[in-house]
């Protein structure tokens, strides 16, 4: 199966630190990952896909220089929060697209997530 | 509009039991992909079952079935002889076109088994 991983699943911080959350296709090739936010019992909001070796595709409203998306392999997409404040705390989760799967299925498997608490 | 609504917050079921998990959505595209996903209290999600807008036949993954029925608009998630391990919060998601990369998920209905 399609196997995503996430690091780390849970980070502290101080306000006014950045903090980096790491998503990693183990067994496939992505070259497409996203990033989504999750705000407590609430549905997932997609915040920026990451498309490999090109600039991230952000939301309407998400903050492009807040949030830094780097998908520098086909591997791994990183979630840079710079300059975190109490209102960055939230659930952030990514997903890869399985290629395998075909593209008209698009199935995207999620990794377990990182909860951020910004202090 | 809501492109995806999943009109229970909540459900509450006996262990054993049958459970539908209701899901509509919204779309002018007629190429589309409905997807559910499953997410424990630990919080990832989990891929359970996908339909294509044009599959002839309804999906089944195991005691997962959703119920497609087009011309509703509605793709309903059926879980058969429901287990302690099922209660989760379940999303439905929608691929609103062929070529579209994102999903669109609804507000999610939390499952709770009772035994």
């Known amino acids: 199966g399609a196997v995503v991983s996430q690091h780390p699943s849970w980070v502290i911080c101080k306000s006014g630190t950045s903090v980096k959350i790491e998503c990693r296709s183990l067994?496939?090739?992505?070259?497409?990952m996203f990033w989504y936010r999750q705000f407590p019992k609430q549905s997932l909001m997609l915040m920026a896909t990451?498309?490999?070796?090109?600039?991230?595709?952000?939301e309407q409203g998400v903050e492009k220089d807040k949030f830094l998306i780097n998908h520098a392999s086909l591997t791994l997409s990183t979630l840079t929060v710079t300059s975190a404040h109490p209102e960055d705390s939230s659930f952030y989760i990514c997903?890869?697209?399985?290629?395998?799967?075909?593209?008209?299925?698009?199935?995207?498997?999620f990794g377990a997530g990182t909860r951020l608490s910004v202090l | 509009a809501q492109k995806i609504t999943q009109t229970q917050p909540g459900m509450f079921v006996q262990e054993k039991e049958a459970v539908t998990l209701d899901c509509t959505y919204d779309?002018?595209?007629?190429?589309?992909?409905l997807f559910w996903y499953k997410q424990p209290s630990s919080g990832e999600m989990i891929f359970l079952i996908y339909?294509?807008?044009?599959?002839?036949q309804n999906a089944t993954e195991g005691r997962y079935s959703l119920n497609f029925q087009k011309a509703r608009k509605s793709a309903n998630l059926v879980i058969s002889a429901s287990q302690l391990g099922d209660s989760a919060m379940y999303f439905c998601?929608?691929?609103?076109?062929?070529?579209?990369?994102?999903?669109?998920f609804g507000q999610g209905t939390r499952l709770t088994i009772n035994p």
């Open positions: 997903s890869a697209r399985d290629p395998r799967q075909g593209a008209a299925k698009n199935i995207q498997y």
């Open positions: 067994d496939f090739q992505a070259t497409t």
């Open positions: 990451s498309n490999e070796g090109s600039k991230a595709t952000y």
């Open positions: 779309t002018s595209d007629p190429s589309y992909g």
């Open positions: 339909q294509g807008s044009y599959d002839q």
């Open positions: 998601a929608m691929r609103e076109s062929e070529g579209a990369q994102k999903l669109v």
